[in-house]
Nanobody
Framework: QVQLVESGGGLVQAGGSLRLSCAASGSIFRINSMGWYRQAPGSERELVADTTSGGSANYADSVKGRFSISRDNAKSTVYLQMNSLEPGDTAVYYC????????????????WGQGTQVTVSS
């Protein structure tokens, strides 16, 4: 019923930039927050950044000043601009949305994308 489709991952050298995109589609009533998480091998999934429908944003300390999250509510799309990338940013990046479906009781639940690999070489 809901799809989160990510794009924009890849291989980049340290100091470079990448831009991730994630578009939500399906029988969506309303999207509350959208954001990005990442998971490196052997590590737990962690929040990178998220943003509410009103535009407020929250960042992990490790990416503050380097990453910027933005959202196009009309397109149900969230972006993550990643600058000054470091080898420690290497991970699979997952899009997350907290949303309610058109059907049912309008309960807000977590939905995840399939993940996109970001690799930063030194």
């Amino acid at each position: 019923q809901v799809q989160l489709v990510e794009s924009g991952g890849g291989l980049v050298q340290a100091g470079g930039s990448l831009r991730l995109s994630c578009a939500a589609s399906g029988s969506i009533f309303r999207i509350n927050s959208m954001g990005w998480y990442r998971q490196a091998p052997g590590s737990e999934r962690e929040l990178v950044a998220d943003t509410t429908s009103g535009g407020s944003a929250n960042y992990a300390d490790s990416v503050k000043g380097r990453f910027s999250i933005s959202r196009d509510n009309a397109k149900s799309t969230v972006y993550l601009q990643m600058n000054s990338l470091e080898p420690g940013d290497t991970a699979v990046y997952y899009c997350n949305a907290v949303l309610a479906l058109l059907s049912g009781y309008k309960v807000y639940r977590n939905y995840w994308g399939q993940g996109t690999q970001v690799t930063v070489s030194s």
